[in-house]
């Protein structure tokens, strides 16, 4: 039986366009993979940026990118971070929303410095 699961990731990036749509193709490309995603699973992702991140969406970037799964059908959604004090800058954190079986267990993806935020996933 299939539920509702969410898996996290985040990815440090430079502000570049090239930059920001190949870390978040990489982080996605291997949330999909890891979890065994499919395009038919998928409910949406949920991306988030800290205040540097100006020169492109992730969603675009996501949709832009070369992904190993078609998301064109998924809805994708942005917002900013709350500015913390002495927060981790140049970050790009997902939450991908989608049907896996109940009994799996979901890997959450941190990469290029962003490891730092859960290093209790990354071990």
Known sequence: ?????????????????????????????????????QSEDLVSIQFSITEEITKINPASALRRGKTCIDVTECALFCCQEAKIEN????????MITSYMDENTTK?????????????????
């Open 87 to 94: 927060g981790m800058k140049n970050v790009i954190r997902v």
């Open 1 to 37: 039986m299939k539920k509702i699961k969410a898996i996290r990731g985040a990815v440090c990036s430079e502000n570049t366009k090239e930059e920001i749509i190949k870390n978040v193709c990489e982080m996605c490309n291997q949330i999909f993979e890891k979890n065994g995603l």
């Open 107 to 123: 890997t959450n993806i941190y990469l290029n410095g962003a490891e730092k935020l859960r290093p209790d996933y990354t071990k």
